[in-house]
């Protein structure tokens, strides 16, 4: 079995590509076809010289007899390998399978059987015989079996026998399909108990489940013979050539790979195993000094750290737990320990990877409240913030700028599990001081350029954004304990300020290039930022003016951006509620972030009707509204179309009744007077009677949708109240009182304003219904009920009427708007009419002489009648006739003055006549060209 289960790439490029008809190998190396025939032919012709009864040699081995008839049972037996020495035809294997155990219970007694029991298995190894393609698939089962059998032949107390079963030199896929079909490999494993004091043989088996377990199929079948836990207790064995533990090992890694790893896992789990485990690594760390010792010592850890994963193994029972430990702050700590005695590492690759599986595994430790105790005494907090400073030029005798690197962000990486678990060692090791200290290096001038060559390391390469990111994760994960102790050491030190400085520099690298790590960055300074601030109003000043200026550059993010994947709208978020932390409740920075128009950009964000946002922006919205200045802002605000916030708000409503499937009629009224709020899957809930500290599905339901938020801003905002005294009014100035608002906006608003109303009556409407499945309410308690249903559905049908008189009022005025524009358009047409008659007017004047005279004389006519008819007395009267005039059409103003009084002039005018001279501008023109 040993080459059975090679690699299928191999076996692929050693099968022929084509096989001829007749008797010719299953699946056998390749040759030509000239030596392929003659093979087959030189084989038919011995088969047909030597021909062997399969059924009489079956017979005569199930005698028992003589001696003689043991001397003709050999001659059979040697006939019959003789006969198949160029393997075994596919139809005859099942009796061959006969024959091999008729001889296997014979070898107990007579070990002579034991030669010709090895010859015949050798024969199985050989390709298989067949004179059809279709035989392989036709004998399939019997070949499965007869392989199967192979196996329980390890019953055999032969070790020729046992060695040979697990040597077979063949490498035919079909072979491979048979033994996975067979079940061989969960055979072999239940035989190791045969071998188990037979090292020799117990190494051939584990040759063979090494080759078989390449194959998923044979795992599983290993699986569940329990191979994993067997061969665990074989890993510290006593072996001096090593197989034992490599062979053991290779098929632990097989079997980890190839089936469920959980299954796998819990098979090692047990103490025993566990112990054993142990064990080998010891031995394999403190004397394997060659190189494959230690890969083979970190491929026990790995097994172990996967072990180590599982809660239910007996890790801490068996001390194991408490080794890796020490292990990992050994270097670090300098603490002498008993367990490590002699132990010596070097700075060899293999010994790196130890480093960082031993790093790993406290990360793993970390998430067992049993481990904890451990993890204290320890000493693993100082020996990980051990890596918490700044990169220093490594020695000669040291880890390189790249090995250095990873340990020192793995270590930091682990901190940030570890950190919270031992607050009070945290603090006592002064790591606030020492991250803080880390940091400021990161953001410094110092020439450091990043390998970036580990996991860790990604996008750090030249600079130091991957240790800024590991030392805010730590910083993160312990002030989201909310410890004040925690808290107030890392304020008394300047922590705000050199945080809002840190995402400052953060925020000027994202303008150069957007960057996943970046955005990580920002968003858990944003939320360290949060914590510290909520509830401290001082903590909230030190943030105010500086803080403000950043948020509100991030409330101006490009939309297009949170859907990258990169980590804006993590980052969007974070600052939303770094505004509600760190702003809300501080007048000074309140003032600051109104200042900055920071309300407006909430409402674009709003307007986006992002499910996501709107909830958090509408609680924020809602807070600023205490403050008395944000009203006049949200009024203020104008969105697209020139869009209202109250028309936006009473948008999101309708939408949000939409997303819930509330029902409404055509126009948006209420169409079920009895629920008028309650969603489709409200609808369908079944109320069910529960303890009164548990809450109803009504009162569920207000923390899972927008509504009571909506609710909640528009009454601050006094928009609500405002309208629906518009509608009490009959709606007779509503619609020119506020802009923007639909009478669907009226409509929706109504609802709005009933909301807590309809809100109590869902609550009375499952009291009542709770009631009625555990008592019977007497007569009074009844009415009551009833009077109290009936007032909730009273008050259902008062909003329908009034949103049936808002869309009566909107129809109106939409027939009186549609007169005026009518009555507008006739006037328009009638002066048109009128400039047209004035024109043909002016036309037949000009045309026709009698018509002018005609036009005339009313015009003079129509001129005297216009006159006072009474005479001014004391004063001049001046004629405005022009004499001599032939025209009809409207004149300049002219007054003829005779003369003038003296007393305003001081003196007679003279009787001189000026003659009037005339210019002719032609003549003036030409004589200047002349001249020029």
Not at 152 to 158: A, D, G, K, T
Not at 604 to 613: I, N, T, V, W, Y
């Amino acid at each position: 079995m040993a080459s059975l289960a090679e690699p299928r790439g191999s076996r692929a490029r050693s099968r022929s590509p084509a096989r001829s008809p007749g008797l010719s190998p299953a699946l056998g190396p390749s040759r030509c076809g000239e030596e392929r025939r003659k093979a087959a032919s030189d084989a038919a012709q011995e088969t047909q010289v030597r021909p062997v009864d399969l059924n009489h040699a079956i017979k005569l081995l199930e005698d028992a007899g003589s001696s003689d008839l043991e001397d003709q049972q050999l001659k059979v037996l040697k006939k019959v390998v003789k006969s198949f020495e160029n393997g075994l035809p596919l139809k005859d294997l099942a009796q061959i399978m006969d024959i091999l155990n008729l001889c296997a219970e014979k070898v107990n007694e007579q070990e002579a059987f034991i030669e010709p029991v090895c010859e015949l298995i050798k024969l199985c190894g050989l390709p298989f015989q067949k004179k059809k393609f279709s035989d392989e698939v036709n004998y399939s089962v019997a070949v499965s079996k007869s392989i199967a059998q192979l196996g329980c032949l390890m019953r055999v107390p032969s070790s020729q026998v046992r060695i040979q079963i697990c040597y077979q030199p063949t490498s035919a896929d079909y072979k491979i399909q048979m033994a996975e079909l067979g079940g061989l490999a969960e055979t072999l494993v239940l035989s190791l108990a045969l071998v188990e004091n037979q090292l020799t043989e117990k190494l051939w088996v584990l040759k063979a489940l090494q080759h078989l377990s390449n194959s998923g199929v044979n795992c599983r079948h290993m699986i569940k013979a329990q191979a994993a836990s067997r061969l665990c207790l074989y890993l510290n064995g006593t072996d001096p050539s090593g197989q034992l533990v490599f062979r053991s090992s290779e098929i632990l890694w097989n079997l980890l790979e190839n089936t469920s790893k959980e299954e796998v896992v819990s098979q090692l789990s047990s103490l025993e195993c566990i112990h054993a485990l142990k064990e080998i690594f010891v031995d394999r760390l403190i004397n394997g000094f060659r190189h494959y010792d230690r890969q083979l010592r970190n491929d026990l850890l790995v097994i172990a750290t996967l072990v180590a994963e599982n809660s239910a193994a007996s890790m801490i029972e068996s001390g194991f737990t408490m080794l890796l430990i020490a292990l990992a702050t050994f270097t670090e700590v300098k603490i002498p320990n008993p367990l490590l005695e002699g132990l010596k590492l070097t700075y060899s690759y293999e010994d790196f990877e130890m480093k960082k599986l031993l790093f790993n595994i406290i990360g793993i430790f970390s998430k067992d409240p049993h481990a904890v105790q451990l993890l204290s005494e320890n000493d693993v907090m100082p020996a990980l913030l051990y890596y918490v400073k700044p990169h220093k030029k490594p020695g000669f005798h040291d880890w390189s700028a790249a090995q250095y690197e990873e340990l020192q962000l793995h270590a930091i990486a682990i901190l940030a599990s570890v950190a919270p678990l031992l607050v009070d060692k945290y603090l006592s090791c002064q790591a606030n001081t020492l991250l803080l200290v880390f940091l400021e290096w990161c953001v410094g001038q110092d020439p450091f350029f990043g390998q970036g060559n580990s996991f860790h390391g990604t996008g750090g390469r030249g600079s130091k954004l991957a240790q800024m990111r590991y030392g805010l994760r730590v910083l993160k994960s312990v002030v989201s304990l909310y410890d004040d102790a925690v808290n107030l050491n890392l304020c008394d030190q300047g922590a705000i300020s050199q945080l809002l400085e840190i995402l400052k520099y953060a925020a000027n690298k994202l303008e150069q290039k957007d960057d996943a790590i970046l955005l990580e960055i920002q968003a858990n300074i944003l939320f360290i930022l949060s914590v510290l601030c909520e509830n401290d109003v001082h903590r909230k000043e030190l943030f105010s003016y500086e803080g403000v200026h950043l948020l509100i550059s991030f409330l101006q993010m490009d939309p297009k951006k949170l859907h990258s994947g990169l980590g804006h709208r993590r980052l969007l978020f974070s600052a939303l509620d770094c505004l509600w932390s760190c702003v809300i409740g501080c007048y000074i920075a309140e003032d600051y972030f109104l200042e900055q128009q920071g309300i407006f950009f909430l409402l674009d964000l709003l307007a986006l009707k992002q499910k996501s946002l709107c909830n958090i922006i509408l609680g924020i919205l809602s807070e600023f509204c205490d403050n008395p200045k944000t009203i006049i802002h949200i009024s203020t605000w104008r969105g697209e179309k020139d869009q209202t916030a109250a028309k936006l708000l009473i948008q999101l409503w309708r939408q949000e009744e939409l997303d819930l499937g509330v029902q409404r009629d055509q126009y948006g009224r209420i169409a079920d007077v009895k629920r008028p709020i309650a969603g489709s899957f409200q609808k369908e809930q079944e109320i069910i009677p529960m303890p009164s500290s548990c809450p109803s599905f009504a009162i569920i339901e207000i923390s899972e949708n927008i509504r009571a938020k909506l609710y909640s801003l528009l009454c601050k905002l006094d928009i609500m109240f405002v309208l629906f005294k518009s509608v009490l009014n009959g709606f007779k100035d509503g619609f020119e009182n506020l802009p923007g608002l639909s009478a669907k906006d009226f409509i929706t608003l109504a609802i709005i304003r009933r909301y807590i109303d309809f809100k109590v009556g869902e609550v009375w409407s499952e009291v009542c219904t709770e009631l009625k499945e555990e008592f019977r309410p007497i007569a009074s308690d009844e009415e009551t009920l009833r009077v109290i249903s009936e007032v909730s559905e009273n008050i259902g049908k008062m909003v329908t009427a009034y949103q049936t008189e808002v869309l009566e009022n909107h129809h109106h005025q939409e027939i009186q708007e549609e007169e005026k524009a009518y009555t507008k358009i006739r006037a328009v047409h009638k002066q048109k009419e009128m400039v047209n008659k004035s024109w043909e007017n002016f036309l037949t004047r000009t045309s026709n002489y009698e018509a002018l005279k005609k036009a005339k004389r009313l015009q003079e006519k129509l001129i005297e009648a216009s006159k006072s008819k009474s005479k001014t007395q004391n004063g001049a009267v001046h004629s405005t006739d022009i004499k001599g005039l032939g025209t009809t059409v409207g004149s300049g103003r002219l007054v003829t003055v005779e003369s003038a009084p003296s007393q305003l002039v001081g003196r007679p005018l003279s009787a001189k006549r000026l003659p009037v001279k005339r210019v002719s501008f032609g003549a003036g023109a030409l004589k200047r060209n002349e001249k020029s």
